[in-house]
């Protein structure tokens, strides 16, 4: 089934492609017919719109939307430009020159977003201060590493975690996105590597439930001491309480969640941030999901971020309204199975939190 749906994604990713460099040609052969501005931008745009409104009819959700949209700026974007450029060259030099210059900066830009920034990992470090708090005490959160080949990356990225010597590690959910029957193999190479560096800390590793998860993901963690929660539950560690949501709750914009210790810090931590819409006591929410949008633009920020939180919420921290704060971490991985791998404006994270006592 899953070899069936690859053919079948290939066989109209092909056709779409070749529909839109159809129209490219058509755009570029009007353009070179017509002798003013105006009509050429009108072409352009007509062009451009076509091709969108193709995108939108093959696609199957927002995620194909995106990867078809992908192909539309990165490829047909160049050879429009580079079109542009050729028919314009003798009778508008200066536009000519921009056009041929887009025509690079388009592919130069496709190859940063889709293989260096979804491999510059950042590490991020956030203090957080509170009079219920009475030791340091840091806290390495690693949400989505959501990938479907366990590669030098994915190493990179862990063995990090154990550097930075937490005393508490929080893994967010969907670690591994692929078929049901490559993804015992992939676990089991996780588990062995988690293994071999002593995958570890004083207070525990707590793992939750992410949405790409099958029922059968706690086998990533099997025989290392890792607790593995799927339903809420809550752990007094000592200098601070641990509330772990299952992913229902995470989802759950009307999730009620108590302090019985109010004396006590308390973090709360699901995959997905939504639940920081509900009536939390906590001092601290902790979540992903969000990838922090993969894609961000200045003054925008996130364009989607599959969650109901408010986009200025999905990565980094939030002063929420009852007076907690909300961690979002935008994520190791990105969106796999159709769903275009890139990341722009918005490097993988490694969020590290140290809390510490308030000084007076």
């Known amino acids: 089934m899953c070899l069936l749906h690859y053919r079948l994604n290939k066989i109209v990713t092909i056709f779409f492609n070749f529909i839109l460099f159809v129209l490219d040609l058509a755009a570029l052969y009007w353009v070179r017919r017509l002798k003013s501005a105006s009509p050429w931008c009108v072409v352009m745009w007509v062009t451009i719109l076509a091709e969108i409104l193709l995108a939108a009819m093959f696609s199957r959700d927002h995620f194909d939307f995106a990867r078809l949209a992908s192909y539309i700026v990165f490829l047909h974007g160049s050879v429009f430009a580079a079109g542009f450029a050729v028919i314009l060259f003798r009778e508008r030099k200066k536009l000519a020159i921009l056009c041929g210059a887009s025509a690079v900066a388009l592919p130069v830009l496709a190859y940063y977003v889709f293989l260096i920034e979804p491999l510059c ?96 993901w706690t086998e990533i963690f099997a025989d290392l001491g890792v607790t593995c929660v799927d339903v809420r539950k809550s752990f007094d560690l000592g200098p601070l309480r641990l509330t772990c949501l299952g992913l229902f709750d995470s989802f759950n914009t009307s999730a009620v969640v108590g302090n019985p210790d109010p004396g006590k810090f308390h973090i709360v931590f699901g995959h997905a941030p939504n639940f920081a819409l509900g009536d939390i006591e906590a001092d601290l929410l902790v979540a992903g999901h969000t990838h922090g949008g993969q894609v961000r633009f200045p003054l925008i920020g996130p364009i989607v971020t599959n969650s109901r939180v408010p986009r200025s919420w999905a990565a980094g921290l939030t002063e929420l309204p009852g007076g907690g704060k909300l961690l979002v971490s935008r994520g190791i991985g990105m969106e796999r199975d159709y769903a275009p791998r890139m990341r722009f404006l918005c490097r993988p994270e490694l969020m590290v939190i140290d809390l510490a006592p308030q000084r007076e």
């Open 121 to 216: 990992l950042e590490t991020s470090y956030r203090q957080i201060t509170s009079p219920k708090i009475h030791q340091a005490f840091r806290i390495v959160v690693l949400a989505d590493l959501q990938t479907d080949a366990f590669g030098d990356y994915e190493r990179g990225v862990l063995r990090r975690v154990m550097e930075e010597k937490p005393d508490l590690i929080l893994l967010g959910g969907d670690y591994i996105q692929i078929s049901e029957k490559r993804y015992g193999a992939i676990s089991r190479e996780i588990n062995a590597f988690l293994r071999e560096i002593r995958f570890a800390a004083p207070y525990g590793v707590f793992a939750v439930q992410g949405n790409v998860d099958p029922a059968s």
